[in-house]
């Protein structure tokens, strides 16, 4: 098992010159043996190398989150804290590494395989955190939106990207963790109704990319 001093020096190019949260690396150390220990029966992950966990896993959620605090997304000082949906959560990526760096958010983990949504709510137990809510389900059938949706490696990427992007707020944004390819081909899946920045290269990665998008209004009200 990973010691957190080995999983703070992996993960420290995903956050550039800012520190890895003091305990975060055991937190997410929590996370890796739980991950690990039911992926040897249910496949949450075919990456099965402990280390290329932490980056691949950990670290491209992490800059995400890095990128998303950056924007204003995540960093919410009023009554209200700001809320984010993952789709297609998955074993919990980007969702919960996000909801680990930014506490405040209101996360909301969206899994339609019920095995991978047990498996997410004994992290969020196991991890003690509040305002996370797994939802077994698919994102057409939540009926509600959040400030910030994610998505990342999910199968059928043209059907769930459209629906992601129903779910977004009207001043939200859209994530995307995606292949150089898939990032390419999200403007033109959702038209010019939303724009989005230049992709953002993942430290360590080979072609993985975050965009981000919000809704063109100067677009989406032209009838």
Not at 49 to 72: K, M, N, W, Y
Not at 116 to 137: I, P, S
Not at 141 to 151: D, E, I
Not at 155 to 163: A, Q
Request: aromatic residues 6%.
């Amino acid at each position: 098992m990973l010691d957190a001093a080995r999983i703070t020096e992996l993960l420290q190019p995903f956050l550039g010159d800012t520190p890895v949260p003091a305990g975060l690396a055991a937190q997410l150390q929590t996370y890796l043996d739980l991950l690990l220990r039911w992926n040897a029966r249910t496949n949450l992950t075919a990456v099965r190398d402990p280390e290329q966990i932490v980056t691949r896993h950990f670290g491209e959620s992490l800059f995400a989150a890095r990128l998303l605090c950056d924007a204003g997304a995540l960093n919410s000082t009023g009554a209200v804290p700001p809320t984010l949906a993952d789709v297609g959560s998955g074993a919990g990526f980007p969702g919960l590494p996000i909801k680990l760096l930014a506490p405040r958010v209101q996360l909301t983990l969206i899994e339609s395989q019920n095995k991978k949504a047990t498996f997410l709510r004994e992290v969020v137990r196991a991890l003690c955190l509040k305002d996370v809510e797994v939802y077994c389900g698919r994102a057409e059938t939540w009926n509600r939106t959040a400030n910030v949706v994610t998505v990342r490696a999910v199968e059928k990427f043209n059907t769930v990207l459209p629906i992601a992007a129903s779910v977004v707020d009207s001043k939200g944004m859209l994530c995307l963790l995606a292949g150089a390819s898939q990032a390419e081909s999200a403007s033109q899946l959702l038209g010019t109704s939303w724009s989005f920045s230049a992709p953002v290269p993942i430290p360590l990665s080979e072609g993985r990319v975050v965009l981000v998008g919000v809704i063109n209004y100067s677009m989406a009200n032209i009838s």
